[in-house]
């Protein structure tokens, strides 16, 4: 039998392997790469995206990050051949039992804190899940949230399963045409390319669910894809046996009309449920994050009823016990609502087996019960169907409150039963691994187990201020690189000619402070109110001595005319002499093009319409890697902001007309960046540092990146709500 040296070196010491052992050793380093690319777990740590970029980095580019893509490019020996040639096999070892560990750990944050869930699991019920960009089963901030959730839930072992739909086509890709107008692309996503699999029942079998309705039966099969410790369900229509059109239901996500919008969130909410239910999951807690899922309410209540023998009004009590419920939207258009007769063609067999009157049913999606006229609101039965049910900051909580007091008219405002749990940001996640080093260097040795510790984070105040800077400076150098990257690429796709190419390879400089703004494209959210004095703001951008750069990102909603204009409009700045190399807008906004903005901005610019923003996560993740949010008092910042951990814009308030407003806002806008953010950023030291600009990227990353990650706000999910839904309290009492 012949024998091979590795040629991963050439030390004299370096053991001759047989032929018989290196196709061995590839064959376990191939498996060990799948069985990483399978769970998501993956996408959080920075050792692993990087041994899969080291693999092919041009391809890996192309690919979209998805390993699963990369890997099914290579055959084993091809793999084992490369690893070999860079030398990673120890590194593919290390990642592996790094996993395995973490999957198998038993000591976690939830076994001393919320053991009964684990007889008890929590079912997350969401629309969309934003977990990675090679996973497009998200539009935008609600899905990132959801992610986040899931993935803190598994890093403090927090028992849940996650359920949500399939959808082929994902969200639109987005492009702009030579005027600058948003246009729309839908593309199939490869299941093979997915790191999914059918979800089986304990006896091996392919699970497909069946939901009645008036007009024929409904049917999905079950998805299962591992998100760390989670496991995700995912519902997708497109299976035999479903008519053409209810094939198509579940292949984009918002779109189509109200019919097509209801019949998702049964398939969601029903669905979701039965699926449990064929698993053998019996959950202890129901969480619905968002109205999307809340018919899902109706069915908990139907299987009590069929199983334990219940009265209709006996399980809709037990139902609601075990029910958290969060809602997101303080904007009253934002609310699903349907037409009763489409209720009752889609929950008319439902409706039948709890044995109630259509009357009865649509109540429950009604404010006024009795009003025949009113719409069934998807947000009103989530509540209806809750014990436990938050808006998603302080200010939202009490927005809520007000905007939803007349469901209960016995009761003060203050007295309505809405808190709220503000949202936060999955730090793994969004934290770029140079900032990451530096925590690493400075921070305690534990401090990943310990992010929701307020402690922890007092540590960047040991930090070289030298350090920090050059470390951010290390970011925005990365982020001008993508930036210039993308934008001459879609030059090149709208045929633009070589000097215009050319020009976009160029655009910004690292040594101007930079304004990043990212997120959907929503008129209240008033993408260009910052040109709402053009002539102004040229004259800030063109100043020799403190001059500013913005780089815009954003989707507007296929549907909405007023979005796509605002983005024409700051895209088409560009030909502007004034603004020529000072203003981008990237396409496609997805959380790469985000984790590439939050990581590299100065500051992270937010400026809606109070109070309209429920929380917003973007300037939370801006947090963590050293950016400044300059923003309207609104959403988490409205309780974040303490006057040296970034800056605000305006004193907190909003007039009734909303033209006074946006004209004081803007007002207050120009002079925050004049009065306060140009000049803490230019004025330097002998050494060239901004001190009380690095001293404010301290008080900020202190005082915010503990309160605002996602780990402290699963935990308070699970101290609030989860475990009082579970009955898991060992004390609770009530006074008169």
């Keep these: 039998m012949s024998q091979i040296q590795s040629p991963a070196t050439t030390n004299s010491a370096t053991p001759l392997l047989t032929r018989d052992q290196l196709d061995q050793q590839g064959r376990e380093t191939y498996r060990k790469l799948w ?30 990050h998805n390993p699963i893509a990369l890997l099914r490019e290579m055959t084993p020996e091809h793999l084992a051949a490369r690893a070999t040639e860079l030398v990673l096999h120890s590194r593919i070892n290390y990642a592996y039992r790094r996993l395995q560990e973490y999957l198998h750990d038993s000591q976690t944050w939830a076994s001393t804190h919320a053991g009964v869930l684990g007889a008890k699991p929590v079912a997350y019920f969401s629309a969309e899940f934003g977990i990675h960009e090679s996973v497009p089963i998200y539009s935008g901030g609600l899905g990132v949230l959801a992610g986040d959730h899931i993935k803190s839930a598994s890093g403090l072992g927090v028992p849940l399963v996650a359920i949500g739909l399939f959808y082929a086509q994902g969200y639109f890709r987005q492009y702009l045409n030579d005027e600058g107008y948003q246009g729309e692309d839908y593309l199939d996503t490869k299941i093979e390319n997915l790191p999914m699999q059918p979800a089986l029942t304990a006896a091996g079998k392919p699970i497909t669910v069946a939901i009645e309705t008036r007009k024929g039966q409904l049917l999905a099969k079950v998805w299962l894809m591992h998100v760390g410790r989670v496991r995700l369900y995912l519902l997708d229509c497109n299976v035999e046996g479903n008519k053409p059109e209810d094939r198509e239901l579940t292949s984009r996500l918002y779109g189509g009309d109200q019919r097509t919008r209801i019949r998702q969130e049964l398939v969601l909410g029903v669905g979701g449920v039965k699926a449990l239910h064929a698993l053998g999951i019996d959950p202890g807690v ?32 037990q139902t609601s016990r075990m029910t958290c419920f969060t809602t997101h939207t303080p904007v009253p258009a934002g609310h699903d609502r349907f037409p009763s007769e489409l209720v009752e063609e889609h929950l008319g067999p439902l409706r039948d087996s709890l044995g109630i009157s259509e009357r009865e049913l649509l109540a429950l999606g009604r404010v006024d ?51 709220h749990i503000t949202n936060g940001v999955h730090v793994p996640s969004w934290l770029a691994g140079q900032m990451a080093q530096l925590y690493d260097k400075h921070f305690p040795a534990d401090w990943k187990q310990r992010i929701q510790e307020p402690s922890v984070w007092q540590s960047i105040h040991q930090v070289d201020p030298g350090e920090l ?65 053009i002539d102004r703001i040229a004259a800030l951008m063109s100043d020799p001595e403190r001059p500013i750069q913005l780089i815009y990102a954003g989707k507007a909603h296929p549907k909405d005319e007023p979005g796509k204009r605002f983005i024409q409009e700051i895209a088409n700045l560009r030909h502007d002499p004034r603004f020529k190399g000072r203003v981008a807008f990237v396409e496609d906004y997805d959380i790469n093009v985000c984790r590439h903005l939050i990581q590299g901005v100065d500051v992270w610019l937010n400026n809606p319409r109070r109070p309209l923003e429920a929380s917003g996560t973007s300037g939370q993740k801006v947090v963590l890697n050293g950016g400044l949010n300059c923003s309207i008092l609104d959403g988490w910042w409205a309780e974040a902001y303490n006057g040296v951990n970034g800056f605000a814009i305006g004193q907190g308030h909003h007039h009734v007309n909303d033209q006074i407003t946006d004209a004081r806002d803007a007002k207050a806008l120009y002079d925050t960046i004049e009065n306060h953010v140009l000049p803490i950023y230019y004025n330097r030291d002998a050494d060239g540092l901004p001190k009380q600009w690095i001293q404010r990227m301290m008080h900020s990353i202190s005082t915010l990146a503990w309160r605002f990650s996602s780990h402290r706000m699963v935990a308070d999910y699970t101290e609030r709500g989860y475990l009082y839904a579970a009955g898991g309290v060992t004390c609770e009492m009530r006074y008169r």
């Design 369 to 419: 019960p009795g009003n025949a006229e009113e719409t069934f609101c998807m947000t009103v039965i989530g509540f209806k169907m809750s014990r436990y049910c938050n808006a998603v900051s302080n200010l939202h909580g009490v927005v809520s409150r007000r905007m939803w007091a007349h469901m209960w008219p016995q009761r003060n405002e203050e007295e309505v039963p809405i808190g």
């Design 469 to 533: 800077w050059e470390t951010h400076n290390a970011l925005k150098n990365n982020l001008l690189t993508f930036v210039r990257r993308r934008v001459s690429r879609q030059c090149r796709r709208r045929g633009e000619s070589d000097e215009s190419v050319e020009e976009a390879r160029r655009v910004l400089d690292p040594q101007t402070l930079t304004i990043g703004f990212g997120r959907r494209f929503a008129t209240y959210k008033r993408a260009n109110l910052l040109f709402s004095q």
């Design 286 to 317: 129901y969480h619905l994050n968002e109205g999307h899922s809340a018919f899902g309410a109706l069915e908990v209540v139907n299987r009590l009823m069929q199983d334990d023998g219940m009265s209709f009004s006996d399980a809709v009590r």
């Design 35 to 64: 069985e990483l690319a399978n769970n998501l777990w993956w996408s959080w740590h920075p050792e692993c995206d990087q041994l899969f970029r080291d693999m092919d980095p041009i391809r890996w580019r192309q690919v979209d």
